[in-house]
């Protein structure tokens, strides 16, 4: 078993839905977390960034983190056609260091 | 906001030759990170760097990988000779101590033939 795991996808919703994107851990003394985009042929790009339980809102993005189920949730409202890319977590036990990174969920937001 | 310049953005060679990659802090962070990440999965680590000095490379291939961070400040990855399976996008990153958070370079990718 993995550390992270991610639903690869392809998820593929139509514009204007509320997309979910989950990644479920196995280690309980992750408390760092964060989302990540990445656009094809291009570096990850910070989304959130959360640390132990709760939720944390930006914008059209929600992050939730619920460390007793081990799982954390991307939320995006109003989803566009440029929210189209892939959807890394990661997530760390010590701050700032450390980061183990998902899978990745490959997401398409149809017009 | 870190910003972190990787080059060459694209490399293509051919197995058992060696191949560099540079990465060059705009802004600076005593923490950089490089990571490997094969097409359809997330970043592995291979090393970090606390200015200067290694701090974790226990996961860095050292019969043919090396990397380096002279003056603690850009930092390069060399790989010598290269195999097939090294294929991927090579990814720096720098950690901000302040807020914790990770940021990435835009990457280069190495095809090996």
């Known amino acids: 078993q993995k550390e992270v795991e991610q639903d690869p996808g392809p998820l593929s919703v139509p514009e204007g839905a509320i997309v979910s994107l989950n990644c479920t851990y196995s280690n309980s003394a992750f408390q760092y977390f964060m989302w990540y985009r990445q656009y094809s042929r291009k570096g990850p790009e910070l989304l959130m960034y959360t640390y132990s339980s709760g939720n944390k809102e930006d914008g059209r993005f929600t992050a939730q983190v619920d460390k007793s189920s081990k799982y954390i949730s991307l939320f995006i409202r109003d989803s566009q056609p440029s929210d189209s890319a892939t959807y890394l977590c990661?997530?760390?036990?010590?701050?700032?260091?450390?980061?183990?990174f998902g899978p990745g969920t490959r997401l398409s937001v149809l017009p | 906001e870190a910003e972190v310049a990787q080059s060459p953005r694209y490399k293509i060679t051919e197995k058992s030759q060696a191949v560099a990659f540079w990465c060059d802090p705009i802004s600076g962070h005593a923490t950089l990170y490089w990571y490997r990440q094969i097409l359809g999965q997330g970043p592995e680590l291979l090393v970090q760097f606390q200015d200067e000095s290694v701090v974790d490379d226990s996961q860095l291939p050292k019969d043919r990988f090396s990397a380096e961070r002279l003056k603690g400040v850009d930092s390069t990855l060399k790989i010598q000779p290269a195999e097939l399976g090294d294929s991927a996008m090579y990814l720096c990153?720098?950690?901000?101590?302040?807020?914790?958070?990770?940021?990435f370079g835009e990457g280069s990718r190495l095809t090996v033939l």
């Open positions: 990153a720098l950690g901000s101590l302040n807020t914790g958070e990770l940021f």
């Open positions: 990661a997530m760390s036990t010590i701050y700032g260091q450390n980061f183990v």
